[in-house]
C-alpha cells in the first residue's frame, strides 16, 4: 500500500470566521492520514512505541492554491516519497472534484524515548516501494538563524496542547504563531506558504515567546524560544496573499 487516501468533510468548528477551513485543521488532517498509513506500513506508534520509539515531524512545506469550505469534502492523498539515514519524508496531496486545493512534503524522525537521540532508518524500516513523484523539487528546507525578530507575544503550554507524548503537538505551534498575527491583519490576508523547522519540545506550563521579523511586505520569518532558557522550539516562514 504505497498510498493511501481519505477524504474528510470540513465541519462548522474546522473553520475560521470566514467560513473557510483553517490552516491547522488542514494540518489535523495530514497528521491523522501520516498516522493512519504508518500503522497499515507496520510503522506506526503501535509499532513503535514497543520498542520505545516515536515518530516526531522534523520540518514541514504546505502550499494552498485555495481553502475548501465549511460543508465541502476534500480528498487527501499521501504517500512516503523517500528515505535516507536518519529522515523519512512524507508527502501530501488535497484535491476536490474539480482542483487541487494544497500539497505538502514532510520531514519525519524517529526518536528513541529513552536517551531521546534520533535511529538511523535503516533500524525500523524498510521500504522499498514505487510512490508518485515528489510534491515539491527539494525536501523541506532548513531555515537559517532568524535575526532581529522582535517578540509579538508569549503563550503558556496548557494541557490541551500536549499529544499522546506528553508534549506540545506539532499543530498547537502554528497555532501558537497565527495567534500572534493581528485581527487586523488575519482578516486581509491568506496564508499561501508555510515551511517549518522543528528544533525541541515544549512541555506543560512552558513559557513561549512568540518573535517574528517582516521580511517583506507579505513574508515573514517566526522563532518559538522556550521561556525559562531561551532554546529555539521552532522556525518558520509564511507566506501570505492579501485579500483587500
Same mark, same amino acid.
Given at each position: ?52 520509539? +516515536?515518530? +516526531? ?52 524522525? /524517529? ?52 499529544? +499522546?507524548?506528553?508534549? /506540545? ?66 522556525r518558520a516562514q509564511t507566506n501570505w496573499q492579501?485579500?483587500?
Amino acid at each position: 500500500m504505497t498510498e493511501m487516501t481519505h477524504l474528510y468533510k470540513i465541519h462548522s468548528y474546522e473553520t475560521d470566521v470566514t467560513g473557510k477551513a483553517r490552516v491547522t485543521s488542514l494540518l489535523n488532517y495530514m497528521q491523522e492520514s501520516a498516522w493512519n498509513h504508518a500503522e497499515a506500513l507496520n510503522v506506526g506508534y503501535s509499532h513503535l512505541i514497543e520498542k520505545k520509539l +516515536v515518530w +516526531v515531524l522534523a520540518r514541514l512545506r504546505l502550499k494552498i492554491f485555495q481553502f475548501p469550505q465549511w460543508g465541502d469534502t476534500v480528498t487527501l492523498k499521501t504517500w512516503p516519497s523517500g528515505y535516507d539515514r536518519l529522515c523519512c519524508f512524507r508527502d501530501f496531496l488535497f484535491t476536490n472534484s474539480q482542483m487541487e486545493l494544497a500539497h505538502a512534503s514532510s520531514t519525519w524522525i /524517529v526518536v528513541d524515548l529513552v536517551n531521546r537521540r534520533p535511529q538511523r532508518t535503516e533500524s525500523y524500516i524498510n521500504l522499498d516501494v514505487e510512490h508518485p513523484p515528489p510534491v515539491f523539487a527539494e525536501f523541506v528546507p532548513k531555515i537559517g538563524a532568524i535575526e532581529a525578530a522582535n517578540v509579538v507575544s508569549h503563550t503558556r503550554v496548557q494541557y490541551s496542547d500536549l499529544d +499522546v507524548n506528553s508534549h /506540545v503537538n506539532n499543530v498547537k505551534y502554528i497555532e501558537f504563531l497565527f495567534n500572534s498575527f493581528s485581527e487586523e491583519f488575519l482578516s486581509q490576508h491568506r496564508l499561501e506558504d508555510l515551511t517549518v523547522n522543528y528544533m525541541n519540545e515544549a512541555l506543560l506550563n512552558d513559557e513561549i515567546s512568540i518573535r517574528t521579523h517582516q521580511h517583506q511586505d507579505h513574508l515573514f520569518f517566526h522563532l518559538l524560544t522556550r521561556g525559562k532558557d531561551k532554546v529555539e522550539i521552532l522556525r518558520a516562514q509564511t507566506n501570505w496573499q492579501a485579500t483587500k
